[in-house]
């Protein structure tokens, strides 16, 4: 499938897994698709095993609208750090309440529990994270993908290809009713 003309935004800080930054990056702009770095502050982000990456705009300067479909790594401390910074957890609610595919790995989940988008879904995440999603309103399976109106979920970097492949195909469908706050 081919994304020429989509972007997605990616939504990491310091301490995000490397390969759920990078592989899905990857996939998408193999696609055709644009990728942009958000993050809450600074000029670069590293992740937990030392990948470093340019940051392209600032989640308090980010609109959902700019983009066609937003990707959350995990890593424990960026997920926890994005859980608690409000431009971030708003742009993540923007993308569902307009409808635009979501892609969520690992501990990415937590931004998503704040973002109140959770009640309803079935998803997966790294397992620590089940009690979590299941206490706001989730169902929660354990799957290497699960892909529920636009929102695709999966684990571990080791679900990565059929993560990689499920978003890819989400994102070239286009916006999901069914994908909502």
């Known amino acids: 499938m081919t994304l020429t003309g989509n972007?997605?935004?990616?939504?990491?800080?310091?301490?995000?897994?490397?390969?759920?930054?990078t592989s899905p990056w990857e996939a998408v702009t193999a696609a055709g698709a644009s990728a942009t770095l958000i993050a809450p502050s600074?000029?670069?982000i590293t992740g937990?095993?030392?990948?470093?990456?340019?940051?392209?705009?600032?989640?308090?300067?980010?609109?959902?609208?700019?983009?066609?479909?937003?990707?959350?790594p995990?890593?424990?401390?960026?997920?926890?750090?994005?859980?608690?910074?409000?431009?971030?957890?708003?742009?993540?609610?923007?993308?569902?309440?307009?409808?635009?595919p979501v892609g969520v790995i690992c501990h990415g989940a937590w931004i998503l529990i704040e973002a109140d988008v959770v009640d309803g879904r079935t998803l997966?995440?790294?397992?620590?994270?089940?009690?979590?999603?299941?206490?706001?309103?989730?169902?929660?399976?354990?799957?290497?993908?699960?892909?529920?109106?636009?929102?695709?979920?999966s684990r571990t970097p080791d679900d990565l290809p059929?993560?990689?492949a499920k978003l890819v195909e989400e994102i070239g469908e286009g916006t999901h009713e069914g994908q909502t706050a």
């Open 42 to 44: 600074g000029a670069a």
């Open 7 to 21: 972007r997605v935004a990616f939504l990491a800080t310091d301490g995000f897994e490397d390969s759920e930054l």
């Open 124 to 153: 997966t995440s790294y397992p620590s994270l089940t009690t979590d999603l299941r206490n706001a309103g989730a169902t929660w399976v354990d799957e290497e993908v699960i892909v529920d109106e636009g929102l695709v979920s």
């Open 74 to 100: 995990g890593g424990v401390v960026n997920a926890d750090h994005l859980r608690l910074d409000k431009p971030s957890i708003a742009l993540a609610r923007a993308f569902f309440d307009q409808h635009k």
């Open 162 to 164: 059929a993560f990689n």
């Open 48 to 72: 937990k095993n030392g990948h470093e990456q340019a940051v392209d705009l600032l989640a308090s300067d980010a609109a959902a609208d700019q983009f066609d479909a937003l990707v959350l």
